[in-house]
């Protein structure tokens, strides 16, 4: 892991001819795609509380916007005892030299206000202090109470959106399988959660396995596989309710890897039937089922592209498992993996620009992306065990579940940017698997 | 022949007519068992029509190299006394599981399962079990008899388990 790390750093450092945020002649900018060596300092100056309701939620507000901001790697946080002035009027002028002279690069301001209804309204501001001028408008943010959190998320994914010019990701869930007990007997339930591992809640008891769990495209349904039937099948659940139904009643065959397509309407799933799995397609309205590939391989992991018109997939057709894209509506499929080793799990970037995957060689696991056509391919991590990425609704950053090895191993979500850096794991109570990331919450 | 290191355990379950595959039946796995409610070991291994004797003496699982599904000599040995049981305890179905090393991604492990129990599965009718009497289930990577991450254990995982159920299908 180590040699892997320091392998990109000198990557990116060939790449990057000056260090962004540091040397510059215009508007802050970190491009995010790029290396960027030292996180950009900003600070993030305590929220005013408006009247005195408000005062515990301005603290965890800012609390909340300077943790997922510094959490992408891209910033640090100037601490609060190194601050020449305070902001103690959100719309005052700002001592722009005051900032400037502890280095701080861009600023954050905000106020909060609780409302006599109970509603919270978050106003802030950004400020580039190196060309000493406001970086966009000042914005507000309005939710009840108990959605303070999602509120700072969005103030937090402006600031980010404003400095790289990519849409922002905190204000999003994640759904995976909880996991606890021992290795031979796992208990397995799905919970979702925000994305950094805040809210946790549960959306399905622990007396069936339910496996590798995926959002609909509004974030509002999850697909995932079962074993509550005695035999492995699909089942569509509402996040609101937690009720679920299943997909697929099919006695002669089991069903897994669901997985929905752009338009939230049509559903791939595999399906095996006297050992061979193949790709099936699934319209929800009309409940008609057509059978995409037939080969007598191995075919699964199915995802569409953005646009809806491609399927990556995996199949061990050639002798190992590799990655494939087809047309929508089967038909015939390119090979897109040649690199050593075994390929599976492809997810398409809701970007469209990189296809994700796990690939397996020589004894360890890694989480890679390339190109939507197989080329740079780029390995992003290295383990025991990696597997199953799932995509920030920006395209930018990859979760996936890394398992531990031996009697006492278990699995933890991590998650990393598509540049290799930034590999953190998430700060979670249990064990956990087979995350998916749902889209930026309206 | 570690196929019968759970016989102690399954003695003492017996009484209890309750389900003693000790890889099949984690806590996790309870309710999603549910293959055949008369399911599990039943009778003593030292009456030839038992469950508990197809189980324990002839031996309910058979191993697989890594990543295949081929009915290798050793388990056509098994295989080929399973079958003769079969065919002479009209009463019993069986539910072939498959399962997979912890090495592999989930997906792929499951499909890998799936081929492995359905090449039991055509074994099985290739030496005279009707085709009715035999349902496949595969369970992946989730259920592993071994939990030490080295190949002692893995090898025992890559693994199909014929359990019996009460019925004689259809």
């Known amino acids: 892991m180590r040699l892997l790390s320091l392998l990109f750093l000198g990557l990116w450092i060939a790449l990057t001819t000056s260090v962004v945020a540091q040397d510059r002649s215009g508007p802050l900018r970190i491009e995010i795609t790029q290396g960027v060596i030292e996180p950009v300092p900003i600070a993030v100056s305590p929220f005013i509380a408006d009247n005195a309701a408000a005062i515990d939620f301005a603290r965890q507000i800012t609390a909340v916007v300077a943790s997922d901001l510094v959490g992408t790697g891209l910033f640090r946080d100037v601490p609060k005892d190194a601050y020449i002035s305070q902001i103690d009027d959100f719309d005052g002028s700002v001592p722009y030299a005051d900032w400037k002279a502890i280095n701080v690069e861009a600023l954050v301001t905000g106020a909060v206000t609780l409302t006599s209804d109970n509603r919270l309204v978050v106003k802030f501001r950004l400020f580039d202090i190196f060309t000493g001028s406001p970086l966009g408008d000042g914005l507000q943010f309005a939710g009840g109470t108990d959605s303070w959190r999602r509120v700072a998320h969005k103030v937090a994914d402006q600031v980010y959106a404003r400095i790289t010019g990519e849409d922002g990701y905190f204000d999003s869930r994640v759904v995976y399988v909880e996991e606890t007990g021992p290795k031979n007997a796992r208990l397995k339930r799905l919970a979702v959660m925000d994305y950094d591992g805040a809210n946790i809640q549960y959306l399905t008891d622990a007396s069936s396995i339910v496996l590798a769990p995926r959002f609909s495209p509004t974030g509002d349904r999850v697909l995932f596989t079962s074993y509550e039937s005695g035999f492995p099948q699909i089942y569509e659940l509402s996040v609101g309710s937690a009720s679920k139904r299943p997909l697929q009643v099919d006695a002669a065959a089991m069903t897994f890897a669901p997985r929905y397509a752009p338009n939230g309407q049509t559903v791939l799933y595999s399906r095996s039937e006297g050992g061979n799995t193949d790709i099936y397609r699934l319209d929800l309205a009309s409940g008609q089922r057509a059978r995409l590939t037939t080969a007598p391989s191995i075919e699964t992991a199915p995802s569409f592209s953005p646009d809806g018109t491609r399927i990556v997939f995996e199949s061990d057709r050639s002798g190992n498992q590799q990655l494939y894209v087809m047309p929508a509506d089967g038909g015939e499929a390119t090979r897109i993996s040649f690199g050593q080793g075994r390929y599976g799990t492809p997810v398409w970037s809701p970007r469209g620009d990189f296809i994700a995957f796990t690939k397996q060689n020589a004894g360890r696991f890694h989480i890679g992306v390339m190109r939507v056509d197989g080329s740079q391919e780029r390995l992003l991590t290295a383990s025991f065990l990696d597997e199953g990425p799932t995509w920030a609704p920006n395209g930018r950053v990859l979760m996936f579940t890394r398992e531990s090895a031996g009697a006492n191993g278990e699995p933890a979500l991590f998650s990393v940017d598509i540049s290799g850096r930034n590999l953190k794991r998430l700060p979670m109570p249990t064990a956990a698997s087979d995350p998916a990331w749902s889209p930026l919450l309206p | ?170």
């Not at chain 2, 008369?38 to 189980?55: E, H």
């Open chain 2, 1 to 170: 022949m570690n196929f019968f290191k759970i016989s102690i355990a399954a003695t003492a379950l017996v009484a209890l007519g309750a389900c003693t595959n000790a890889d099949r039946f984690g806590p996790g796995s309870g309710a999603a068992g549910g293959f055949g409610a008369n399911g599990g070991l039943v009778g003593s291994a030292g009456d030839p029509t038992s469950p508990t004797y197809f189980a324990e003496t002839i031996g309910d699982r058979v191993l697989f190299a890594v990543d295949q599904a081929t009915v290798g000599p050793e388990a056509q040995a098994v295989l080929d006394q399973q079958a003769v049981w079969l065919m002479q305890n009209g009463d019993y179905r069986a539910l072939i599981e498959g399962h997979a090393d912890e090495q592999g991604t989930r997906d792929y492990n499951l499909a890998l399962g799936a081929r492995r129990a359905s090449a039991v599965q055509n074994y099985l009718i290739s030496r005279g079990v009707a085709p009715g009497r035999l349902q496949t289930i595969s369970y992946g990577k989730e259920r592993p008899l071994e939990i030490c991450s080295d190949e002692s254990c893995y090898s025992q995982n890559r693994r199909s388990v014929t359990v019996i159920t009460a019925g004689a299908g259809v």
